[in-house]
């Protein structure tokens, strides 16, 4: 992480700890954007919340700006693309809210919770895959795998299989899938780029998270990687919809 960021993390569920919720994973505000919670930007951050809001909540996805010149601001929020329209709706105006907590006085701001995504910045973004936070925001599971190469092996393939699925038109950026690896065992993942993202932008961003595997994720039994433009995600155990 670049060091202007300061990132929250909160808390982290391990896999051996099977619920999913729409509590939040980890928060980052960037600093360099500080500003005052009466001026003007702050007020068009409030409304630009209400868009974002309610635009996930009727679509999943959406993309919204508000105010004019210095004072504008940018923001899109994402829900999960295999979670309920209620489950959505209940984590996109709980992102709204926390992230307003966690970040009041900055302009440039995300959230990533595991059933959604919300992100704000006074530039606009719409379209580019965005690394200017630095690296990645990585959580793994402690534990190491049993059989390293076939799983290593096993990994590659299924996140190859999901992206390519992802970058499909249709399929918004999202797909998901799983791996049988032995009799016992099975490997379950997910990648989700934002919908903005056009299909190359999309692998590169993906690629560029599945990338990071090798580095923090390094046979361990369950990972994520979080950009602000995709996200991946594996376990050995069914945590997306249906279960
Ligand atoms: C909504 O999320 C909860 C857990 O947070 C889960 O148990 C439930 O099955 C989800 N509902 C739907 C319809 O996906
Ligand atoms: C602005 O911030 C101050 C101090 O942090 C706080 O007391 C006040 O309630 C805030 N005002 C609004 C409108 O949020």
């Known amino acids: 992480m670049n060091?202007?960021?300061?990132?929250?993390?909160?808390?982290?569920?391990?896999?051996?700890?099977?619920?999913?919720s729409a509590s939040p994973l980890v928060y980052s505000c960037n600093d360099d954007t500080k500003t005052s919670n009466t001026t003007q930007i702050s007020r068009n951050i409030d409304n630009l919340l209400s868009k974002l809001v309610a635009g996930a909540v009727r679509k999943g996805f959406v993309t919204?700006?508000?105010?004019?010149a210095e004072a504008q601001v940018y923001g899109l929020s994402q829900c999960r693309g295999d979670?309920?329209?209620?489950?959505?709706?209940?984590?996109?105006?709980?992102?709204a809210k926390d992230l307003r907590e966690q970040c009041p006085d900055q302009s440039d701001a995300r959230v990533w919770f595991d059933y959604c995504f919300l992100t704000y910045k006074p530039s606009k973004f719409f379209g580019q895959v965005d690394f200017?936070?630095?690296?990645?925001?990585?959580?793994?599971?402690?534990?190491?795998?049993?059989?390293?190469?076939?799983?290593?092996?096993?990994?590659?393939?299924?996140?190859?299989?999901?992206?390519?699925?992802a970058v499909r038109p249709s399929q918004k950026g999202f797909g998901k899938g799983k791996s049988v690896i032995s009799s016992l065992v099975t490997l379950y993942a997910l990648v989700q780029c934002t919908e903005d993202l056009s299909g190359i932008n999309c692998a590169r961003c993906v690629g560029t998270a599945v990338g990071d595997f090798t580095r923090f994720c390094n046979n361990k039994e369950g990972c994520?990687?979080?950009?602000?433009g995709c996200f991946v995600r594996y376990e050995l155990y069914p945590f997306f919809f249906p279960l």
């Open 3 to 20: 060091l202007i960021y300061n990132v929250i993390v909160l808390f982290f569920l391990f896999s051996f700890s099977k619920t999913e």
């Open 224 to 228: 994520r990687v979080l950009y602000n």
């Open 83 to 95: 979670v309920s329209k209620t489950n959505c709706s209940i984590c996109i105006q709980e992102a």
């Open 64 to 68: 919204a700006s508000s105010g004019e």
């Open 132 to 165: 200017s936070s630095g690296d990645g925001i990585y959580f793994s599971n402690v534990e190491n795998v049993k059989n390293k190469r076939v799983f290593s092996r096993k990994l590659g393939e299924l996140m190859d299989k999901i992206t390519s699925e």
